[in-house]
């Protein structure tokens, strides 16, 4: 069975960057597509940015447009988020998803998969 597992989750300043990752570690990884959710304290869990199996499809929530960026390496059964400008309201548990079709990786309710996330904390 798909099994997800998220790192680079950390500290950073407003303004600053990080990279998560979130490794597939089975076969079937490329028949999903992924998404990445956010769950802040007292918050329920949202979607974020979700990519197709192929890569060739993502979307974003509004508020990480042009400031977040996913991507996935295949051969590597990884899915990255970049995320650039990062303000105090993007702290969260961070989890990525396997949805079977696009679609299904970008909603909260229709994934199939998660991992146990990786806690983002921007504070000064």
């Known amino acids: 069975q798909l099994k997800l597992v998220e790192s680079g989750g950390g500290l950073v300043q407003p303004g600053g960057s990080l990279r998560l990752s979130c490794v597939g570690s089975?076969?079937?990884?490329?028949?999903?597509?992924i998404g990445w959710f956010r769950q802040a304290p007292g918050k329920e869990r949202e979607g974020v940015s979700c990519?197709?199996?192929?890569?060739?499809?993502?979307n974003y929530t509004d508020s990480v447009k042009g400031r977040f960026t996913i991507s996935r390496d295949n051969a590597k059964k990884t899915v990255y988020l970049q995320m650039n400008s990062l303000t105090p309201e993007d702290t969260g548990d961070y989890y990525c998803?396997?949805?079977?079709?696009?679609?299904?990786?970008?909603?909260?309710?229709?994934?199939?998969?998660w991992g146990k996330g990786t806690l983002v904390t921007v504070s000064s």
């Open positions: 089975t076969v079937p990884f490329t028949s999903y597509g």
């Open positions: 998803g396997a949805g079977l079709g696009f679609s299904r990786s970008c909603t909260n309710t229709a994934i199939n998969l």
């Open positions: 990519i197709s199996s192929t890569g060739t499809l993502t």
